[in-house]
């Protein structure tokens, strides 16, 4: 596609985004129930309020493509691998944070072309704060009803200033603490949610090194916003994470950094040593 149609298709898909942030809003601010999926993750009627919200909203735009959201009943590869273009959605992102009442879960909407996320809209509901970037058009950063401001990465160099890492809040892990030990020194900020990769893509870190699993709806967005800025998601080889996959919809470890030199890989294979 190109840039100006993406421009066009993002003014169509925030406002989108930021109703079905509202929606959970609506069930934050309640006694809401938890239950638990098959894979022990948590599930409330905000994720299912934000999934249907989505799903009506992207089916009324001009150009109709499939949605493959994590509350989508599941669709096989026989059927999404004939997908040219679609939304890759995670309507809650974070429901972990969303149970603890933290804020720190975001609204995630992608367009996948290919195997290549072009088009990403991240919001987080309870702080207003709205990331989106597409291919061609760089990315940009709101709160509220300030001024949208162009966001971009930082450019790391070794023995430069203190490397400054995103992690998670909900899934540490010793893998990612015998990592950190191997990095100079850093400073670690624990935050929920896509927030760690807007955080890379804003300048406000130089790396998000995950180790734990993670699906195609959790990175599709953020990815596309990281790029966007300049930034790059890669598996632990520094290739580019790529979409529907026909073995699996669960991605690689990865890392999530920005410009400049990028020796992460190397620090992974000396914590494995």
């Given at each position: 596609?190109?840039?100006?149609?993406?421009?066009?298709?993002?003014?169509?898909?925030?406002?989108?985004?930021?109703?079905?942030?509202?929606?959970?809003?609506?069930?934050?601010?309640?006694?809401?129930?938890?239950?638990?999926?098959?894979?022990?993750?948590?599930?409330?009627?905000?994720?299912?309020?934000?999934?249907?919200?989505?799903?009506?909203?992207?089916?009324?735009?001009?150009?109709?493509?499939p949605v493959l959201s994590e509350e989508s009943v599941d669709t096989d590869y026989a059927q999404r691998g004939q997908w040219s273009r679609y939304?890759?959605?995670?309507?809650?992102?974070?429901?972990?944070?969303?149970?603890?009442?933290?804020?720190?879960?975001?609204?995630?909407?992608?367009?996948?072309?290919?195997?290549?996320?072009?088009?990403?809209?991240?919001?987080?509901?309870?702080?207003?704060?709205?990331?989106?970037?597409?291919?061609?058009?760089?990315?940009?950063?709101?709160?509220?009803?300030?001024?949208?401001?162009?966001?971009?990465?930082?450019?790391?160099k070794q023995g430069a200033a203190q490397l400054r890492i995103a992690g998670s809040r909900s899934h540490p892990s010793p893998v990612l603490q015998?990592?950190?030990?191997?990095?100079?020194?850093?400073?670690?900020?624990?935050?929920?949610?896509?927030?760690?990769?807007?955080?890379?893509?804003?300048?406000?870190?130089?790396?998000?090194?995950?180790?734990?699993?993670?699906?195609?709806w959790d990175t599709a967005a953020g990815q596309a916003v990281l790029e966007a800025a300049g930034g790059h998601l890669t598996d632990t080889t520094?290739?580019?994470?790529?979409?529907?996959?026909?073995?699996?919809?669960?991605?690689?470890?990865?890392?999530?950094?920005?410009?400049?030199?990028?020796?992460?890989?190397?620090?992974?294979?000396?914590?494995?040593?």
């Amino acid at each position: 596609m190109e840039p100006e149609q993406l421009r066009a298709l993002l003014s169509r898909v925030i406002p989108i985004a930021v109703t079905a942030g509202e929606r959970i809003l609506e069930i934050y601010n309640t006694d809401f129930e938890v239950q638990t999926k098959a894979d022990n993750s948590p599930l409330t009627a905000a994720d299912q309020a934000a999934h249907h919200t989505i799903v009506d909203g992207l089916g009324r735009l001009e150009t109709v493509y499939p949605v493959l959201s994590e509350e989508s009943v599941d669709t096989d590869y026989a059927q999404r691998g004939q997908w040219s273009r679609y939304w890759l959605v995670d309507p809650l992102d974070g429901t972990r944070e969303f149970v603890k009442r933290n804020g720190e879960f975001t609204v995630n909407i992608a367009l996948i072309d290919g195997r290549r996320s072009i088009l990403g809209v991240v919001y987080a509901p309870v702080t207003g704060l709205l990331y989106w970037g597409s291919l061609g058009n760089g990315a940009f950063r709101q709160r509220g009803e300030s001024d949208p401001v162009p966001i971009q990465v930082t450019d790391y160099k070794q023995g430069a200033a203190q490397l400054r890492i995103a992690g998670s809040r909900s899934h540490p892990s010793p893998v990612l603490q015998d990592y950190l030990a191997k990095l100079p020194e850093h400073e670690l900020v624990a935050v929920g949610s896509s927030l760690k990769i807007c955080m890379v893509a804003a300048g406000e870190a130089d790396l998000y090194p995950r180790f734990g699993p993670t699906s195609e709806w959790d990175t599709a967005a953020g990815q596309a916003v990281l790029e966007a800025a300049g930034g790059h998601l890669t598996d632990t080889t520094m290739k580019p994470l790529s979409y529907n996959k026909p073995t699996s919809l669960l991605n690689p470890e990865f890392f999530a950094f920005g410009g400049g030199e990028a020796p992460w890989g190397g620090y992974l294979a000396s914590s494995e040593s």
